[in-house]
Nanobody, 115 residues
């Protein structure tokens, strides 16, 4: 059974940090590009960061460059997103998925940046 579970979200003050995790199962994790997305209610889901396998050239949207770091652990089928210097505009539900994306998405993890 294909399953993706995101965790690690929470409430943090501006300038703070959070570390998100994604556990993937039911498909061959190694070899797929893995992505982090985020979505704000009423808006389209947007791709935030992407990492190929072996992960030598991660990609980020401009608004998170220099603040977010994506990495992967193929041994344990895990994907991570380290988020530093968080801003209120980073508030969203964060999801992970492979590329091409699975039709079934995880529940996501809520990140709220607020004072």
């Amino acid at each position: 059974q294909v399953q993706i579970v995101e965790s690690g979200g929470g409430l943090v003050q501006p300038g703070g940090s959070l570390s998100l995790s994604c556990t993937a199962s039911g498909f061959a994790f190694a070899g797929y590009t893995m992505d982090w997305y985020r979505q704000v209610p009423g808006k389209e889901r947007e791709l935030v960061a992407s990492i190929t396998d072996p992960g030598t050239s991660p990609l980020y949207i401009d608004s998170v460059k220099g603040r977010f770091t994506i990495r992967r652990d193929n041994t344990n089928n895990m994907l991570y997103l380290q988020m530093d210097s968080l801003k209120p505009e980073d508030t969203a539900i964060y999801y992970c998925n492979k590329y091409p994306p699975l039709s079934s998405w995880g529940q996501g993890t809520q990140v709220t940046v607020s004072s």
